[in-house]
């Protein structure tokens, strides 16, 4: 078994952060308004001064005048003394407890406040302060998930890692972060060099251009770090490192490329609707990136003024900056009165999505509406927004009648709902669109990733030549979408991008090379390959206050063979975590790779008990069954595991066998028969189903 050296994965992690000291000092927002009085006034005003503030009474906008809120028969009290800002609610063992508020997070329209711990961490309560207007439904207390019951045992609870500060806000409510986060003590010493969004967060360290300024020589854009008026694609990652689903690959280095520094997330089920509408929590710049206003380089700041946030113009004046009137503010093109809501170009073209209760989002992916699409697919539209009573198929009717369209507007739509429902025949469509150079990327990879689950020549045809694109989203979503490959095929075709320039790029490669072991590696490559590895492992220990970063850490010394590194990343998973499923299940497989299923099952048992309608909870208990000689007794587990996960065909197959091979054929045929009207393609069940007959 190959293990990996403890020593070079430091050395990495001692790379990685050499890398990323400032070649400039910080000099703090209050320098720049000496020269930017009205850029600097403008802030003071905006989001981003406000995203984080010492509490005070200047900052804290909830009612802590002994006010008091109730969350499933718990009783929170909100007050002061001596000054300071006092909140009563559960701790991590639900038990009632005062805690001090240290800042506020946030302002509009919500506020949420943050609890310092003697480790270092920062909580974020989940009891937030609407701060709306009381006429709009605000100026009162809520609880962010107000239909679950968020004990302490869940991993939502406020004290808990997914509610964590430091791992999961800082870096965008804060200037220059520095996480310092100790893995051996499970301790933070985080540091800033602003508590806010300042200057620098966007433009980068300011000494030098400071030095300019005052007239010290020249210097290449006027000794900016970063200038973000050189493109509308230089502005846009500026953006898009805080307003996008995206995952930290390393310590900001704000002069990066965005692809060094984050990952970003496709279109995935889930987070974005079939036709690529917001869903999930997912910001604005994977929906952005969809739009014909990206692909005509329009940009962030060609709507928002960059230092006060606000919208550049009031109203459709806003849209016809860009849009003559006569051809879209007419009710021709609208079909509503003039000055209506139904009018205004956003209502219908970037329709909201309400998040944290209270924050009504705007989509940013600029797209005319769909009812047609709604009818046919299940998706939203704009049009049924505000007109609730009457439904999709009066508005698809009534478009129907003006455009005389029948299908939806969005080929791409289609293809992905009939590739999320496991319809083969959206294979070819989903090819085409992940070919067609006429698409944004990230619609582009979204294909790519969509059609995998129909392995084929021709899916791999596309996603080679995805691997030569300039688009790091392509490459990046082109080598996920290899993982039906065996290591080795994965490895002789992603060689050349072992030294990609992005890093998003190389850690994808890192992710479908991981489990390849090191003696199939030619010994030209394995210099390289050894050093992927280690810029792997470096960039998941950076966020090892994570525990989805763990878990995956952990998988990745199990793929090396270092079970016992393995076991260690996933118990500090579990420390961070308790409940957080994927980690009880890697930590169950790897105690099943030691021979010790006892404590695999232990750790299983708790999970059932926590998770009980997770289906693969009940397969890995159902299988851990079948090792152990319990057969029987496996056999419910796995019939739930299917009704659980009924899109998972796997499972189905694994219970389909293990009836058989409990003598019950005929029933395992029934099984696999009717699998296969769900899974009329999958070559796996249909010759298990022929070998029983």
Known sequence: MQTMSITRVLAALALLFAGHVAAQDFVGSEACARCHQDAYAKWRQSDHWHAMQIASDSSVLGDFSDASFDYHGVRSRFYRRNGAFLVETTNDKGQLQEFTIAYTLGFYPLQQYLVGFPDGRLQALSISWDSRPAAQGGQRWYHLYPDENITAADPLHWTGAFQNWNARCASCHTTNLAKNYS??????????????????????????????????????????????????????????????????????????????????????????????QILDEVYEAGSFLQSRMHQNA???????????????????????????????????????????????????????????????????????????????????????????????QWASDFLVARTGRTTPRYPHAAAFAAARNGDVQSAPALLALARNADYPAILRATALLESRRFPSAQHLEVALAALQSPEPLLRANAVT????????????????????????????????????????????????????????????????????????????????????????????????????????????????????????????????????????????????????????????????????????????????????ESGRTSEAIRVLEAALQRFPDNAQLRATLRAYQ
């Open 298 to 392: 329009v940009s962030c700041a060609n709507c928002h003024e960059p230092h006060s946030n606000a919208l550049r113009v009031q109203g459709n004046g806003l849209c016809l900056q860009c849009h003559a009137a006569p051809g879209y503010d007419t009710r021709e093109h609208h079909f509503h009165s003039a000055g209506s809501s139904g009018a205004q170009c956003v209502n219908c073209h970037m329709p909201q999505q309400t998040y944290m209760g209270v924050d009504r989002r705007r989509d940013h992916s600029f797209r005319v509406p769909d009812p047609v699409a709604s009818v046919v697919l299940g998706v939203p539209n704009a049009c049924t927004q505000c007109h609730t009573g009457l439904g999709d």
């Open 183 to 276: 893995r051996r003590n499970n301790r933070y010493a985080t540091q800033w060099s602003e508590i806010n969004v300042g200057c620098e967060a966007c433009h980068g360290a300011g000494s030098k251009h400071m030095a300019w300024a005052r007239g010290g020589g020249k210097a290449a854009a006027k000794g900016l770090l970063v200038d973000i008026r050189r493109s509308a694609s230089r502005q846009l990652e500026v953006c898009a490192g805080c307003h996008s689903r995206r995952s930290e690959l390393q310590q900001r280095d704000i002069a990066a490329d965005f692809a060094s520094n984050y990952q970003l997330s496709p279109l995935l089920e889930g987070r974005y609707h079939a036709d690529g």
């Open 481 to 660: 979408a290899l993982d039906y490959l065996e290591p080795a095929r994965r490895l002789q075709l992603l060689q050349p991008l072992l030294a990609d320039p992005a890093k998003a790029v190389r850690m994808a490669v890192a992710r479908q090379l991981a489990d390849l072991p090191t003696a199939q590696v030619a010994r030209g490559q394995r210099a390289g390959f050894a050093r992927l590895l280690d810029e792997y492992a470096a960039s998941l220990a950076f966020n090892a206050d994570m525990p989805e970063s763990m878990s995956d850490l952990g998988l990745l010394h199990a793929a090396r063979g270092s079970l016992t590194a393995a076991e260690q990343d996933l118990l500090h998973a579990r420390k961070l975590a308790p409940a957080y499923l994927p980690a009880m299940l890697n930590l169950a497989d790897v105690y099943r790779a030691q021979q010790r299923d006892h404590l695999g099952e232990a750790v299983l048992n708790e999970a059932q008990a926590i998770h009980p309608e997770s289906g693969d909870v009940q397969y890995a208990l159902g299988m851990l069954y079948v090792r152990t000689g319990r057969r029987p007794a496996a056999l419910p587990l796995l019939r739930r595991a299917v009704a659980l996960s009924p899109a998972n065909a796997v499972y189905v197959h694994v219970y389909s066998v293990a009836l058989a």
